[in-house]
């Protein structure tokens, strides 16, 4: 573990990315259970130190260089199709007063976040049981200030599966590759009509993970009743 973090450091170092000690400590620990646990469910294919540290972690982690999240405001934050954290609970790691729900479809690796967050003393975090669609049905609807996918969906369909978790004047954050560019013109309709507003598209390079972009989308009005849809409308007729 003493040469993960190392890497971790010089990584963090490289983006001018400083974390206090405890962080860093939680980073490690929650890599070494990533490692773990990913030899009995499939939580990554990035499993080498190094990927982990630069397109995870340090991937996660710029979301707090580009959004405005301001400190001990305790905002809410909703990570929809978490999977293995990302970038959710990077986030809470790095920020420890953000109140973060993680949601995500399958139950064993709901159960791996749980034993990170019971390892790393995160007791806070509420994990939550449920396809994006049907948890957008629940008390969770327009509750959020922020909500964050990473890795999840195309553009346009990522917005009807993030949108209604958010409430007036809060954010939707998709986190992107290279197809950004192209993903956000397909979701323009998307967008509009499922309340939203293009605020920014910061992009980024990565090192050697190459090219990222991140897309904050404002809420301005209510996502109308209807949406989200069946998934299988949702991937079969993206808005």
Not at 4 to 20: G, H, K, S
Not at 223 to 229: E, G, L, N, W
């Amino acid at each position: 573990m003493s040469d993960f973090r190392q890497i971790l450091l010089n990584t963090l170092a490289e983006f001018e990315m400083a974390l206090d000690e405890l962080a860093v400590d939680r980073l490690c620990k929650y890599y070494e259970l990533l490692i773990e646990w990913n030899e009995k469910i499939n939580l990554t294919a990035l499993t080498a130190p190094e990927d982990v540290a630069l397109k995870h972690f340090t991937d996660s982690l710029m979301l707090l260089r580009y959004i405005d999240i301001e400190k001990d405001a305790s905002l809410s934050i909703i990570d929809v199709g978490t999977g293995a954290g990302f970038p959710g609970l990077v986030l809470k790691i790095a920020r420890p007063d953000i109140r973060l729900t993680l949601l995500d479809s399958l139950q064993k690796r709901l159960v791996f976040l749980d034993t990170v967050c019971q390892a790393l003393g995160l007791g806070d975090v509420e994990l939550i049981h449920s396809r994006a669609e049907d948890g957008a049905r629940t008390q969770l609807r327009d509750s959020f200030d922020i909500a964050v996918s990473r890795a999840v969906a195309s553009m346009n369909t990522l917005c009807e599966y993030d949108m209604p978790y958010v409430k007036i004047g809060g954010r939707f954050i998709a986190m992107k590759g290279k197809d950004a560019d192209q993903e956000l013109a397909c979701a323009q309709n998307a967008i509009t009509q499922l309340g939203g507003k293009l605020i920014a598209k910061h992009d980024f390079i990565l090192g050697s993970a190459g090219e990222r972009s991140i897309i904050e989308i404002e809420k301005i009005s209510p996502t109308p009743d209807k949406y989200p849809r069946k998934s299988k409308q949702i991937k079969n007729k993206p808005l």
